[in-house]
């Protein structure tokens, strides 16, 4: 069992998700009001080491999915926005 740390979630209904391919787990983190910016983080699902972290905006991020065929991560924030990051390689 692996415990990820200095991923701050504020809300109830984040959610944490697995690639497509099942090597990287994602989640957004939660930031206060003026505080700093929301992340989507990807995680090696094996260790949960930090593989990537996107800064996406300056509200939590509140839920994330990602659309296998396009390859294409979409995030909630808490303000009733939704985004897209695309994201070809989150390797590179």
């Known amino acids: 069992m692996f415990i990820a740390e200095d991923v701050p979630s504020l809300n109830s209904e984040s959610n944490v998700i697995f690639s497509p391919d099942e090597r990287l787990i994602l989640t957004g983190t939660g930031v206060k009001k003026n505080e700093g910016y929301g992340k989507v983080v990807m995680m090696n699902s094996e260790n949960l080491e930090v593989v990537r972290t ?17 390859n294409q991560v979409r995030r909630e924030h808490d303000v009733n926005m939704t985004a897209r990051l695309r994201l070809y390689s989150v390797l590179t």
């Open 54 to 70: 996107v800064s996406v905006s300056q509200s939590s991020v509140v839920k994330v999915l990602w659309h296998d065929k396009l």
